[in-house]
């Protein structure tokens, strides 16, 4: 925590926090945001842009059934371009008026609207790896792939490389929608592209039940990314919720270095459970959070941040004394350098990261106290919304509100 | 839940819903509110006005440690006229703009400061029961009465019958603070002045420890506040929390029409636990929602619904099959009829209830589908924030917002 003092950014990079302007600096151009706190930019490790239309509604199944009950129908609209301009425009609105500045983005399986989605996100500034859902077992028809593989790797083709900020993400939905071959067509698409992965894992109960039982022959759930060579290694790996994970597939996680994408508001509201984020953190995992949306009701990673606290409150004080909960400065770590990782060099202000912020103004929550920075910034992770944001950066570059 | 109606009050009275006006009431001024939700107005049945000024800070303790270190300090300062002043008028203005119509409210122990806090409501046109708080033991010296009971009597004939909707209640901290002598004299002035009573119940595994330490006489916490004539029958009671009710303090409630009011955020913020609030409502005990700033955060009683739905969901996953999770239909009941029922016909649109009224617009929050209304409330209920509402009536009078 650095009070009045002067944030340097050259080239898109951090050069650091001084209290006065190096020499070296003096020609750079100054913005003043006197009385605002400014911090790294917060990033969203798993969130499915399809469902921000329906978010805070129909949660009211646990996750096999929500799927097929509400989010597979609302997804089979992304055939159509003209919904998908419409519902996609909300979600990156939000997302660019929000406090996140990076995020890792499900689509559906609709190629070309996942690259509407894209091209739309491209826009904004934001940094963002986004994918096209692969699906080719357990599904309704109209969002059954035939080709998923090979419309995945036109995919690819089309979409690397054409974006400054914006890149595709392998996205096999999860193991019980993508059989074994699609998936082994997967592991050598990652092979060919070199591109990172995101999937889901041990969410729910029903799930790795069925997981069992579509593929016998695997280890644990994690152990089937993993035998397809989708589960972090060389591969940049996120795998969202590990609300269930086995004592072995924790051990997988860590060997391998897979991301996990903590999404506390999702696993409450459709009733998964909690993830135990301390023995994640003990381990030396890493973990970032996840917005979830729809599962999640919010967008925002503040919200995700204070979920994170309470829900590790409750897991404490129901599952086991031994699991510290969060504090406030933990979940602020999760949200920003915790997921940040995920990204490279982001989500601290230290030479080289990169530039990353947001400011953020308290003027709207008044108080009659002498807070300290930490105190404020606590304030502001549970009060504040988007008429508190000032400004953002990514990469150096100003997105507008 | 009615599409395209009329609804009607006079004299502060609701008078129904209809489809046409009916003639007795076509002289009446009638107000355009096209595309927006009317709803009953929100009410609060347990909030700290004093501790409004440092929510969502310092919640790393459970619930003695956390009064001791945060709560007892921040109520001292309510000595003062000139700090009540600033951060009750912090308070007042929040409740103001925010959906909810009636409030159960803690002051602190000042008897001048409360009413300050009285006169600062009273401006509003909120209604609101307001409590001069007791404590004459186990308590900071500074914050500890001597004549406590004297005090409360001044105070209960200063302020009776001197507000149009803003009234004192009876405000035994809990049993903790308050000595069997304080409690006995307490019940006289509830016998002499008939006023509603309201306080903590089975918040906390410690604090329970400690009342059944400080009064071994009682069968249970709840016993206590009974044996003085302070747990309902003819006294209007209501009591914050119940986590940890024992079968036979349950029994009692149920006995003697007690409210409780269920905090849902306080008991995750402080690490409480989660209330049963699905047996409750089996039982047929009434129940309502606090917000309990500053154990929790949100003065919303929105968030406060959406605290209560996503708690039971926990309590159902981790704790008992058997407690199905909380609708949100059952949620935004507690929160208008639920609570309302504590401040008599209230938090209905029914012939002869107090006209309480929220008009609120999701125009902020676009989406490509055809919603019902109930989608359109239940996003509200998770989405709406104060940019939201366009209006608030309490008994039929307009609220400045």
Sequence with gaps: MYPDSYLVSTEGKCRGVFTEIPKQYHSLL?????????????????????????????MDRELLAWLNRYTFPEEAKFSSSSYADEAYGYFVDALRRSATTRACIFGTVHRKTVEMLMDKLDQTGLFALVGKVNMDREVREDLLEKNSAEETETWLKRTMGKYKTVKPILTPRFVPTCSDGLLEKLGELQRAYQVPVQSHLSENPDEIELVHRLCPWSDFYGDVYDHFGLFGGEVKTVMAHCVYSTDAEVERIKERGVFVAHCPQSNTNIASGIAPIRKYLRKGIYVGLGSDVAGGAHLSIFRAMTDAIQVS?????????????????????????????????????????????????????????????????????????????????????????
Tied chains: 1, 2.
């Design 30 to 58: 100054v913005r003043n945001y006197e009385g605002c706190l400014i911090i790294p930019g917060l990033s969203d490790l798993h969130v499915h842009a399809p469902q921000f239309s329906y978010r805070a509604l129909g």
């Design 313 to 401: 409150k409750l897991y404490w004080r129901l599952l086991d004394p031994e699991a510290a909960p969060l504090s406030a400065a933990e979940a602020f770590y999760l949200g920003t350098a915790g997921g940040g990782a995920f990204f490279g060099k982001v989500g601290r202000f230290e030479e080289g990261y990169d530039f990353d912020a947001v400011i953020l103004s308290d003027q709207r929550l008044p108080h009659p106290h002498q807070l300290s920075i930490e105190e404020r910034l606590e304030r502001l992770i549970y009060l504040s919304d988007d008429r508190d944001i000032r400004a953002k950066y990514v990469c150096g570059r100003e997105i507008e509100l």
